[in-house]
């Protein structure tokens, strides 16, 4: 285990796997401690050196969870602050899952359905991205990205299952 002090945060890191790693976070303003698996960092389809790379994280904090997508520079040029990605696991059909980007930010979060009565259900759709993630071997995106049109980063999901399951045991325990 390695402590690493970044400006505000406390930041442990630790490998699950080869492939996913889990750190926890403290805020030294607030005290707020999370705790977040990550992905291995991938490179877009198109593999141009003006993009960089990209890495899923599922995360958590007492009872708050989300799922984000990080991108190494800020900001990524997306034509609007809502998203709409295709996104695919494993083998099963694309289907369209919206994000937002908040202005400045190196990463996208997924954001919560509308159910038909008309309250939003976070955890329901939290859980079915997790169990996705959990359960495929990879998770592809494709995103419309000013300058470039349509790119597509790959997600090894190897070893997610563990570290998701970790992190959020973390937060259960609190």
């Known amino acids: 285990m390695k402590n690493i ?3 505000s945060v406390l930041l442990s890191t630790f490998t699950v796997n080869a492939d996913w790693n889990t750190n926890v976070s403290t805020s030294e303003m607030s005290g707020v401690t999370s705790y977040h698996a990550n992905s291995p960092k ?3 389809t198109k593999n141009n050196n003006n993009l960089e790379r990209s890495w899923l994280s599922v995360g958590c904090s007492g009872d708050k969870k989300w799922i984000i997508i990080g991108f190494e520079k800020t900001p990524i040029p997306f034509k609007s ?3 709409v990605s295709w996104v695919k696991f494993g083998s099963d059909v694309a289907n369209d899952w919206s994000m937002t980007q908040k202005a400045g930010r190196n990463f996208i979060r997924f954001n919560e359905v509308v159910v038909p ?8 759709y ?8 959990t359960n495929k071997p990879n998770m592809k995106m494709q995103f419309d990205i000013y300058k470039y049109g349509d790119v597509v980063f790959n997600y090894d999901l190897t070893g997610a299952a563990d570290a998701i399951a970790k992190t959020l045991k973390r937060c259960a325990t609190k």
Do not use: F, M, V
Not at 117 to 123: I, R
Not at 126 to 133: H, K, P, Q, V
């Open 42 to 44: 991938t490179l877009s």
């Open 5 to 7: 002090i970044i400006t």
């Open 126 to 133: 939290l859980e079915t991205l997790i169990y996705r993630i």
């Open 117 to 124: 009565n008309g309250n939003k259900d976070d955890d329901r």
């Open 81 to 83: 602050s809502e998203i």
